[in-house]
């Protein structure tokens, strides 16, 4: 079947291109698009082409972060001013996957990927949506709730969190990388030895990446003891629905999930 390669002029012009067409697709780095047009899981006519849209910059105003939907993994990895997510960037596929994929592709990525979105979740980002006609700014749990159709993802912003309040974990069954069995990310800014403002999020264990807000609920106002951890752990799965897959059974995701979230919150290994 024939391709056709589209070059625009704007992010405007991609997203009516795409609004006008049923089967025109938005191309980033095409670490999921290009494998999709090859093996047909659905028609791929058109690719609206993104380079040179600007979308890939990263900027710092005060301690809010911009990312550009089109920065790579790799540019993430290697940006010192997000050094915190480097873990969670360098989680994603092996080094040429990584110079490829982008922060706006991760949030369009099916289960189990999204693991970049997991990340974001929890640092409660913003996200920069243009259509053919307009511009928004959502919350990205809406957006991701939405199941993301339509318009073309400029950017994600978010608040730089607290010093060593971010922890993030994926567990593979191929090490070093691999797709996830879980993955958690949480931001944990504590005052007066109590948390606040606890957001955790998870990746593989629904659908698409979801928050963890009844864990959320257990963690807030309260010093991260063995009560607290208790308590959080009663409620670790609520809500989830995970799928079964080569990496794991629902089953599996939800026996294993209590323990790493036990890990994470205690502050057991590497984040
Ligand atoms: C071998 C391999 C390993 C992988 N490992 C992981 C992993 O460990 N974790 C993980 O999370 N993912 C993984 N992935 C999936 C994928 O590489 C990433 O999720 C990546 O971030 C997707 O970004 P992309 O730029 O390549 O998306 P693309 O393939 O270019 O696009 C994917 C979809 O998103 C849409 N899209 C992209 N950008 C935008 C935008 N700005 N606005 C609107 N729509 C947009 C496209 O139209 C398309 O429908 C892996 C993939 C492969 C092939």
């Keep these: 079947m024939a391709l056709d390669i589209v070059k625009v002029d704007s992010v405007r012009e991609a997203a009516a291109t795409i609004a006008a067409s049923g089967d025109a697709y938005f191309l980033a780095g095409g670490t999921i698009l290009a494998r999709v047009a090859n093996t047909g899981g659905f028609p791929v006519r058109t690719m609206v082409l993104s380079d040179g849209l600007g979308l890939d910059a990263i900027a710092v105003d005060g301690d809010t972060i911009e ?3 089109a920065a790579t993994m790799t540019r993430i990895a290697a940006e010192p001013r997000l050094a915190f997510l480097r873990p969670v960037a360098e989680s994603i596929g092996g080094p040429a996957i990584r110079n490829m ?3 706006g592709g991760n949030l369009f990525a099916r289960y189990p990927y999204g693991d970049f979105a997991v990340a974001l979740l929890a640092l409660d980002a913003e996200v920069t949506i243009e259509d053919a006609e307009k511009t928004r700014t959502t919350g990205l749990d809406d957006f991701l709730a939405s199941a993301p159709a339509g318009g073309i993802v400029r950017a ?3 608040k730089l ?5 971010f922890r993030f974990t994926k567990v593979v069954r191929k090490h070093p990388h691999g797709a996830s069995v879980l993955s958690i990310a949480a931001v944990l800014p504590e005052t007066g030895g109590k948390v606040s403002n606890a957001r955790v999020a998870y990746g593989a264990m629904s659908e698409r990446p979801m928050r963890a807000k009844a864990v959320e609920g ?6 991260l003891d063995a009560q607290t951890l208790e308590n959080a752990l009663k409620v670790a799965t609520d809500g989830c629905q995970p799928q079964t897959d080569p990496q794991a059974t629902d089953w599996y995701r939800m ?4 323990v790493h979230l036990k890990r994470l919150l205690s502050g057991e290994g590497r984040f």
């Design 101 to 103: 994929a982008t922060v």
């Design 161 to 165: 969190p607290p010093d060593g309040a």
């Design 156 to 158: 994600l912003r978010f």
């Design 255 to 258: 026996t294993v999930l209590p």
């Design 67 to 69: 990312i550009g939907a």
């Design 218 to 223: 257990a963690l807030e106002g309260r010093a």
